[in-house]
């Protein structure tokens, strides 16, 4: 007769990460997790949906909820992604904002602080980029970020270096209620697998192109599936863009880009699935899309429409 578990208390809980763009909230999950569950690149708006990644230990779960950087929107999508990430703060037990300890603390820093002091969840500072050079020392931006709003505890790491990065779990696991844990121990997201394979699609895109490109690139799966037959996972994808000029760029001569960008992210989708990969990516154009309410909510970006 099988026998059913012992239920188990844990420490567990949600932990929203909030920032300014590129404050390190993506690199800083995957260097929790131990894998790649967020595309990172160094221009804003990398991260457009909002991504539950889990960290599990035999005393705790942490449910990390990455969002996209808080800023100034200039259209429809950039208004979308804030309404996504305000949200987050809605619901979780921790609230944890990431400066980068590399800029000035700054406008930016100030508005979302405003919003993280209004979230009834604890609070935690988190200082990023520790392994960056600064003109100011870690104390003055300590000084120059706990100004802003009242935090419950403070933590300085370094993701890329992998630096203190028990300290932060120790600091947020203390706030967490006990409780069951909320996924699978073998779980590390919560993403559709369709979302995951046109992130990374776009992740290289984001990789290989400047100005205006990426800001404008969207990415949509057309058909994911596994021929057993050839043990080959099978991807069509679409690469949208807004303008004809972009769709030259991303194509690149004689298709030099797009086949780049196809041959590197097959590479990760490999590693995905565990199986040879045929991808399969088109460039199409699609006006301004991001000033259009329907087709954001096509590409899944943001929660708020």
Known sequence: ?????????VRSGFVALVGRPNAGKSTLVNALVGSKVAIVSDKPQTTRHRLRAIVDTDEAQIVLVDTPGLHKPHDALGEELNRSALMALRDV????MLVDLSQPVGRGDAWVAAHVNASSARKVLVLTKADLPSKRSIEDRIADATALTRFDDVVVLSALEKFNLEGFLTVVERFL????RFFPREMTSDQPQEVVVAELVREKVLWHTRDEVPHSVGAAIDDLHYDEAKDTTV?????????ESQQGIVVGAGGAMVKRIGTEARADLEKLFGTKVYLDLAVRVRKDWR???AQIKRFGYGEGL
Do not use: F, K, L, N
């Open 93 to 96: 037990d921790v609230v944890c």
């Open 1 to 9: 007769m099988t026998q059913i578990p012992a239920y188990e208390e």
């Open 235 to 243: 991807v069509h994808a679409t690469i949208y863009v807004e303008r």
């Open 291 to 293: 000033s259009d309410g």
């Open 177 to 180: 209620p006990m409780g069951p």
